[in-house]
């Protein structure tokens, strides 16, 4: 199954919808996706992986560069996803501490939302 | 031997192709879904692991060879970097992805109850099916 990348904008947050198999051949592509968006300002993203199917090591190493991407900008990235088999690879490599994980977009946005503003008040 | 034995040109998009066939001889081996994920994982590094590292010594000269064999309750995998003529490469270059520790954990973790053994040239990774009873096990 091919990737498939999408970006769309919701409340102040850039929602990057991410499905099909991220691995060592389909990477590239979102690594590049993710830079663009950066590059043209989006720094805060919520990266929305419901549809994914796997992840590798190698998308694992893209979603942790475009965290030190957006931080570097005082962005933010959060994740969204349930799916057991795709958690357990960030439970396994301890990304779990990384990356702030949730159940839903609206979750994800809420929470990069109130993030923000603690960050503005301190 | 091996109940399937699949070589590839060590590029990138055969991987999938890697995970997709041991996935399914695991599947046949009556494998369930939480160990099929832990296969599809280990499969997956463990061929861009290889990938790379026989890129790096042969260029798109060389081969990955992997080799799974189901016997009784265990799977047996065994991914080598091999040379155009199919010979194990007992010493291949370090690349960014062999050295990556995402990659290492991540074969490592999913390796199940077995650790990744060192074969000449590549890696092995065993799987023992786990039982009905230790699935009830885990549901309490």
Known sequence: MDLSVTSREESGRTVVEVSGEIDVYTAPTL????????????????????????????????????????????????????REKILKVFRITGLTKVFPIHDTVAEAIAASAAADEANATS | MPTVDLRFTPLPEHVRTARLVAVSVARRAGFGEEQLDEIRIAIGEACARAVSATEAATGRAGLVDMRLSDDEDRLDVTVLRCD????????TPPTATTEDPLSLALMTGAAGSSSPATAPGGVRLTWVRETAAAGVDQQV
């Open chain 1, 31 to 82: 690594r590049e996706r993710l830079n663009e968006l950066v590059g043209a300002g989006h720094h805060h993203l919520v990266v929305d992986m419901e549809g994914v199917e796997f992840l590798d090591s190698t998308g694992l190493g893209v979603l942790v560069g475009g965290l030190k991407r957006v931080r570097s900008h005082d962005g933010s990235l959060h994740l969204v996803c349930q």
């Open chain 2, 84 to 91: 155009e003529d199919g010979a194990p490469l007992a010493e």
